[in-house]
């Protein structure tokens, strides 16, 4: 049987998202009720790149289920050098129950899903970063119970999180706005494949290029990092971006219930200001802590036997 992949946001569909959601949020209000889960199973964390909260929240969300999460680090495996990543999801497929990855190309995801005989779960790449798209919009309806037809509006590159914010936005009954600059849209396959989830969501994603116009009607001020990483800093790049900083001004054009979410790391006083993010509005703490309770229950969905 081909295994559950979770290699970008449409990878579930809108009732498996909602499955997901519901879960995590019975999760987040009893973490030790579901510890038989994945008891007796392990998970492969495969990162290529740093991260704290999906390194942290999966290794303790795995525990929380009752298996058991092996880290390991791209340097550490024969992956890519001497061996293929064929061979690698062939030969974890034998030892371990998923394979969680964070890495560069998202094609390498996508290579390690389709040799491997066991759920793998992008936990970011260059272009998609999905795991943080659901803890987005569950923090989002944690907020908004009434969710369905806001608007949350990102501010900034239109990179890895963006996309999986306005993919995972269009399959939920969330308008996304994107504020990016010219030059540094979501890239065109990219946009095409949203425009297409939108459509059949009967959502609404699109571009604004003025970040006052485009808060305007906002729930929600979405920013990430202008540089990610990977990427090589850029002058040119960071100024296009500095009208799109979410500060104590921008924020006063919003409506004055709208919340401030960032994926973090933050980059404090590049892409938001200390007062906004430690404000009263920012919900960047709880989104960050989310991300324990939605991965347990998407790891329950593709391993613990829902899948
Ligand atoms: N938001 C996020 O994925 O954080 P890390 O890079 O610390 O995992
Ligand atoms: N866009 C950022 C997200 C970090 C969680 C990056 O890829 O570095």
């Given amino acids: 049987m081909t295994p559950h992949h ?13 499955a997901v959601l519901a879960a995590a949020a019975r ?21 290529s790149k740093p991260s704290t909260r999906t390194r942290v ?27 293929s990543i064929d061979d690698t999801a062939r030969v974890l497929s034998r030892y371990v129950d998923a394979i969680v990855i964070r890495t560069f190309a998202q094609s390498d995801v996508d290579d390690l899903a389709a040799a491997a005989s066991v759920p793998v779960v992008n936990a970011l790449t260059d272009d998609r970063h999905p795991c943080q798209a659901l803890t987005d919009i569950f923090t989002f309806e944690e907020r908004f119970p009434d969710a369905r037809g806001r608007q949350i ?6 990179n890895n999180v963006a996309t999986s914010l306005a993919a995972a936005g269009a399959m939920t009954g969330i308008d996304v706005c994107l504020s990016v600059p010219e030059g540094h849209d979501v890239p065109a396959p990219l946009w095409a494949e949203i425009q297409l989830l939108a459509k059949d969501g009967g ?7 003025d970040p006052r116009a485009a808060v305007k009607n906002a729930s929600a001020l979405y920013t990430d990092v202008w540089i990610s990483m990977g990427q090589t800093d850029s002058e040119e790049k960071i100024e296009a971006l500095r009208p799109y900083r ?6 006063a054009s919003a409506p004055g219930d709208a919340v401030v979410m960032h994926c973090l790391p933050a980059h404090r006083g590049m892409e938001i200001t200390d007062d ?23 790891l329950t969905h593709l391993v613990g036997g829902a899948g």
Avoid: C
């Fill in 153 to 158: 509006t990102y501010l900034g590159d239109g």
């Fill in 57 to 83: 929240s999966f290794t303790v969300g795995v525990h929380q289920l009752g298996g058991l999460a092996l880290t390991l680090s791209e340097q550490e495996l024969q992956m890519r050098k001497s061996e």
């Fill in 246 to 251: 979410i500060d104590a001004e921008l924020l």
């Fill in 276 to 298: 906004v993010i430690d404000g009263p509005r920012s919900v960047v703490f709880d989104q960050a802590e989310n991300r324990l309770h939605v991965q347990k229950a998407l």
């Fill in 27 to 47: 999760m987040k209000r009893a973490p030790l009720a579901d510890t038989h889960v994945l008891a007796g199973k392990t998970v492969a964390l495969i990162f």
């Fill in 203 to 209: 959502t609404r994603v699109w571009v604004e290029r």
């Fill in 6 to 18: 979770f290699r970008k946001v449409s990878d579930l569909s809108s009732d498996q998202i909602r």
